[in-house]
């Protein structure tokens, strides 16, 4: 079984500040991560997905995340926060097969402050 | 642009009445999509599994009878809720896999935007 725990569900940086959002997951088989980000009353956009080749991952916006498997993490960051960037953001865990669905972290919720 | 397309993006209906909404796969095929909801605040709960050509395969707590699934076709699948409660206002969201053809290594799964559902 597969499972996503974000830590924090919350969290709150000012306007220029370095991004980092926390993901860990669980995985018996070699897992793809994903990060999307879901805007107020909006459904949801990747950000960027891991998928076994570079484990820097670079996304839309800004993102990146670094996959590492010693510590089974995959957290997001970006070295400067904006204002847009103030929205839901999930990770998730997939197997490379055909028809499994994503599992999704609970999600953090990040505030930018100017 | 967008891969998978939901609609509506907005409903509001009568308890005890039935509403539709559509998933579908843009410019490709999707044997299988997912059907997710969302309740406010919290993570997207996956509802059930949407086949082509078969049944879906809902996830445990799931009521068959009252979230049906029908994959027709290999670009469309549907959600209907049957004699809509109001608690079952919520947001509903549909995904499909895209294979990644130039890399075939490995695949992204894209969102629809999202059905918002309220049953009054």
């Known amino acids: 079984a597969q499972s996503v725990t974000q830590l924090g569900s919350h969290v709150s940086v000012s306007e220029g500040a370095l991004v980092l959002l926390r993901c860990n997951y669980s995985?018996?088989?070699?897992?793809?991560l994903f990060w999307y980000v879901q805007y107020p009353n909006q459904g949801l956009q990747l950000l960027l997905k891991?998928?076994?080749?570079?484990?820097l991952v670079k996304g839309i916006n800004g993102f990146e995340a670094e996959f590492k498997k010693s510590e089974t993490s995959f957290h997001l960051t970006k070295p400067s926060a904006h204002m847009s960037d103030a929205a839901e953001y999930f990770c998730?865990?997939?197997?490379?097969?055909?028809?499994?669905?994503?599992?999704f972290g609970k999600g953090t919720r990040l505030s930018v402050i100017a | 642009g967008a891969v998978v397309s939901q609609h509506p993006s907005w409903v509001i209906c009568k308890s005890g009445t039935s509403v539709k909404i559509e998933c579908r796969s843009l410019?490709?095929?999707?044997?299988?999509m997912f059907w997710y909801r969302q309740f406010p605040k919290k993570s997207l709960m996956l509802m059930a599994t949407?086949?082509?050509?078969?049944?879906?395969?809902?996830e445990q707590g799931v009521e068959k009878d009252k979230f049906l699934i029908n994959h027709a076709s290999l670009t469309l699948s549907t959600l209907t809720v049957t004699s809509a409660h109001p608690e079952d206002s919520s947001f509903y969201i549909c995904?499909?896999?895209?294979?990644?053809?130039?890399?075939?290594?490995?695949?992204?799964?894209?969102f629809g935007e999202g059905s918002w559902l309220t049953v009054v």
């Open positions: 995904s499909a896999r895209v294979p990644d053809i130039q890399t075939l290594n490995g695949n992204t799964i894209y």
């Open positions: 891991y998928t076994s080749a570079a484990t």
């Open positions: 949407s086949n082509e050509g078969s049944k879906a395969t809902y």
């Open positions: 995985s018996s088989v070699p897992p793809y």
């Open positions: 410019d490709f095929q999707a044997t299988t």
């Open positions: 998730a865990v997939s197997e490379w097969s055909g028809n499994t669905p994503l599992v």
